[in-house]
């Protein structure tokens, strides 16, 4: 009775049982399973093209069967149409019991749009993609001891070479006349985290030499970040630079010069919070090579270590050391400067030159606001010493400014703002000001 029964299921085609004599063994079980489908495609991001016109121009509809290549397909489509600034295309399963059903989610990017007035007292008003430039400007404000205060409008515009790209066009007056185009990019792997490159053309007064330098420059800038807090960087540029009006005006050697540079340096920078560190370090070292046409090849490099220790309450102790330094004397308008905000405070920025820089400074900072509060204010007393000499001479033959003081500062989002009042020991008392609005 059993082996009639068996004889008419297996004359009725029912599968066999792999391993059982006589039982045939099915193989290629894909067509026992039912195949991924389209049962919604859903749009995300367009403004001024329709859901139906998005979904049109990726050629797939509901219903449609799901392969490896679907996702890869329709958004090369969308992409091949050249409507879109970005385009994503997203699986997702539209039921947890049956993950046959698939939805396509498709976001795309039009880029800026704009608002049209119709005419139709029915539709009045429609978005369509704007053909204007999509420009961002941000004003510029900024004081620098010794040059004075420049301002002017910086011109941006967004993505030119793909996501968290910029190129902008800052234009400045005043203590630094400046015109510029610059380049950054942003770069989520590979051998670069940032490339930074531009040109220029600037004109500022020396305040040390009282003379005009004016520069054309082109320049191009990699770096890489090593670990957080950690990074080096790479930089090649060429500069001509017409310094004092010209040949034979007042600080020649040096007119009319040009040089070329390449460089490298290593940044640590543990802080936070730079307008207000606290437990931090900040470390550079770079070195570059110069080479100029007036004075030949230099090497130069430049250390500057910084360290911020919380004493008590909010108040930082603030410890600084720094040597600017070439191997060769330098043409004029290359000479590190030494005064004011930037290193010893209490003598005129620009008050000494020399082929070697060395400053160091302490001082301590008392925040008087809750650091809550969106901007701080407060005030500190400071000590600094530091000196300038040529090519050739030592240090331990230099005698040492120093100058004492307190000062002043405001510390926003994007406003930086310190007046300082300091004594140069042997010399005269100093009111220098420092600050720029950022963003």
Known sequence: MFAAALTLVLAAGVPGVPGVPGVPEVTGGASF????????????????????????????????????????????????????????????????????????????????????????????????????????????????????????VRFAYADPVGKRSRVSFPLTWGGDKKGAVELDKDFAGGALSRLVAGASLSRRTNPFFLQDDDRRSVWIRG???????VRVGTTAGWQHVSFGGGPGAPGSPGNNDRFVDAGADVIVDTRVDPALPRNAIYARAGWEHLGFASAGSVSHTQLDGRAYVGVFGQTVLAVRAMRDAADAPLPLYAKPLLGGMANVRGFRAGSAAGDTLVAASAELLVPITSPLNIGRIGVSAFVDTGTAYDFGARFADQTLKRGVGGSVWFSAAFLRLSIAVAHGIGATTRVHVGGSVTF
């Open 33 to 152: 399973q039912s195949a991924e489908v389209v049962t919604a495609i859903r749009v995300h991001g367009n403004v001024a093209t329709s859901d139906d016109e998005v979904r049109r121009l990726a050629a797939i509809d509901i219903g449609a069967a799901v392969t490896p290549a679907t996702v890869t397909d329709v958004a090369e489509r969308l992409r091949s149409t050249r409507r879109f600034r970005h385009v994503e295309v997203l699986k997702r399963f539209a039921s947890i019991s049956d993950p046959m059903q698939i939805v396509l989610v498709i976001v795309v990017d039009e880029g800026p749009v704009k608002i049209e007035m119709t005419g139709d007292p029915a539709n009045p008003t429609r978005v369509v993609k704007s053909r204007r430039p999509n420009l961002l400007f941000l004003p510029i404000l900024d004081a620098e001891d010794g040059y004075g205060l420049s301002y002017g």
């Open 223 to 229: 770096e890489r970040q090593i670990v957080r807090g």
